[in-house]
DNA sequence: AACAATGATGTTAGCGGTAACATATCCGCA
DNA sequence: TGCGGATATGTTACCGCTAACATCATTGTT
């Protein structure tokens, strides 16, 4: 029997479910949700038909009819950086503890595509939203605006939110990093990155980070961008570059730290002395990070606290419950082994 | 006006969209749906009226009606192991050209957590499965073959699959490894890999290398395990702890990359002669080993193409089109700087 | 001019559950 | 013995949409 040709079987109903336990379709509703008063031995009964026949509930009429969806959507621009993974896992873990269940849509940064992709999941009408970052389409604003769950946006921390919000200001962390980077006297510094416009995060970061540079008086005196490939890799051969065409560098600051660990990686290979000749700095804090020889200067990005307090947030309001709207975390600079402090 | 107040507003339905343009709500059924014959000016007004409402359709009553749903489960043991959000961007991608849509489900590697996310998204009545792995509870088997839709076991390819099935042989990746180690010369074997009992498919990549070994009448002289933590780390320790203890092994075979780069990296920082005094071997290609000094000795564990062909399968089986129910991809061992040859 | 074929729209009856309400059934206690 | 109040179960009316069929113009054909 092939089963690509296995007539479309009848899926069970609760009818069947009943006829089998001989109740009615209420009260096998009931058992299966343990909800209001059935009698030991009618759930019993219940219970073994159900499991009998192999029944799987229709989750589609239960919400359509109930007006209630488990669902939260989660919505995040990749899945190859592993941020967006991590912060995945601390939303699972906290969901997991509650009746709701993340759905995750994938944008590949482009805004349109966040759009379609929220539209396709506002219409699954789930309990909550979760999307990173806090720059959408007007259309997309306008649906979070008028889809009447919880929105929680996260990562970034500046600008707008259009309902609750946690995260870490990119522009304040690269400020940060600017000034402890001026603080130990580096003065000829070297910027790398991806060359997204629509990764805002990055962006603001170099923001915030040039504009600390400023009033110290200093500005970037070189970059590099990249786009695709590995970013270990590209870390590596940016690296190489900017040293090569700018020998005077005394301090390369990364976008993030992948590519980071390439410039370190390219260093240490070279002889160069870290952080003696040049300081180097990321942003994140990725385990992979550990595992090297030396521990890069970066600044966590919260990742899992981030996604943690998000579905914290959708869990609390879907029970009713009031919360913080705005939650700001401040990561600290980790000076590791390759800032002079 | 606090939006954690906001009375609960009625949300808009084809009703509201029918009156506002002026015609039946099945008539924007159809063109919302871009089905059926509707006249230019209609179709219109119509969409007019949508977009001014800003009205979001209701898929759960859609797919009631209509018995569709346009979702694919994707059931995965992780997000932290780097493996299975690069087969999920690649189903995404795929499934992206067509009206499906992933919805991913993580089970920590737990059987009867595999199980109960199952259940969940079966409930959802799918249009097909990806599950990673062939071993599942007897409970889940039987979910799956009851459920009339595509169902499609990746990565894995030793086994009963329930019906499709797209991946590498595990222990026939252990097994040529083990058999080109030995071709070198190797002799004196070191296995390092997790304790996870429940990683079936490293556990058959053991078990295939054990079985070469003993073919040639070798056995591992000394292994280690590791749970939790960075696995670069751990691969560091781990090394250090193995060739402290058995000083004379020839070769470390790694049960996975990441811990692979971790011993590489240690034996390059003590100025071990990789791979003169000890060859490495890990398993999967992943990106990041691109950007190390030397190119760890692998086995693509083919998770691009896993990921897409498994859509592919989803997607062809949506429309009707038969296709190959068993694909075996044959990934060749790739022997990188730390193998000699 | 009569009529079939076609195109454009409307009507009706569910899809498979659940909320809300209605109806037994049983028990203890006055 | 009868009655109020739990406790246990059933009945009914939707939830918002779409398949299937019905209706009504419009057009070309002979």
Redesign the interface.
């Known amino acids: 029997m092939d089963?690509?040709h296995?007539p479309?079987?009848r899926?069970l109903t609760l009818r069947d479910v009943s006829e089998e336990a001989g109740v009615s379709e209420m009260t096998v509703s009931r058992v299966l949700r343990n909800r209001g008063d059935v009698s030991d031995a009618t759930r019993l009964k219940v219970n073994e038909a159900a499991k009998k026949l192999?029944y799987?509930?229709?989750?589609?009429?239960g919400?359509?009819a109930s007006q209630r969806?488990n669902l939260v959507a989660v919505i995040i621009p990749?899945?190859?950086n592993?941020v967006f993974?991590?912060v995945?896992?601390s939303i699972?873990e906290v969901l997991d503890e509650t009746p709701l269940?993340?759905?995750?849509?994938?944008t590949n940064y482009q805004p349109e595509k966040e759009e379609a992709v929220l539209?396709?999941m506002?219409?699954?009408?789930p309990s909550g939203v979760i999307i990173a970052g806090l720059e959408h389409t007007e259309a997309a604003r306008?649906?979070m605006r008028?889809?009447?769950v919880p929105i929680v946006e996260i990562m970034d921390l500046d600008g707008d939110p259009i309902?609750a919000i946690v995260g870490v200001s990119q522009r304040r962390a690269g400020r940060e990093m600017a000034e402890a980077i001026i603080a130990q006297g580096y003065r000829k510094i070297g910027f790398m990155g991806t060359n997204m416009p629509l990764d805002h995060r990055a962006r603001k970061r170099l923001e915030g980070f040039t504009e600390a540079l400023q009033k110290a008086g200093i500005k970037i005196q070189d970059q590099e961008f990249y786009s695709g490939g590995?970013?270990?890799?590209k870390?590596?051969e940016m690296t190489e570059a900017i040293l090569k065409r700018s020998p005077d560098l005394d301090f390369l600051y990364y976008s993030n730290d992948m590519i980071g660990?390439?410039g370190l990686?390219y260093c240490l290979?070279n002889g160069i002395d870290v952080p003696g000749k040049v300081g180097l700095a990321g942003f994140n804090g990725v385990?992979?990070l550990?595992?090297?020889?030396k521990q890069l200067a970066t600044m966590d990005a919260e990742r899992h606290k981030i996604g943690r307090i998000a579905a914290e947030i959708i869990a609390a309001?879907a029970n009713g419950q009031?919360v913080d709207?705005r939650v700001e975390l401040k990561p600290r600079l980790q000076f590791g082994d390759t800032l002079k402090r």
Chains 1, 2 share one sequence.
């Open positions: 089963p690509q296995t479309p079987k899926m192999g799987v509930p229709n989750k589609i009429a919400a359509l969806v990749s899945m190859s592993m993974p991590e995945m896992t699972s269940q993340p759905v995750i849509g994938v539209f396709e506002l219409s699954w009408r306008a649906m008028n889809a009447d309902d590995s970013a270990l890799v870390g590596r660990a390439g990686l290979a385990e992979l550990d595992g090297l020889p309001r009031e709207l």
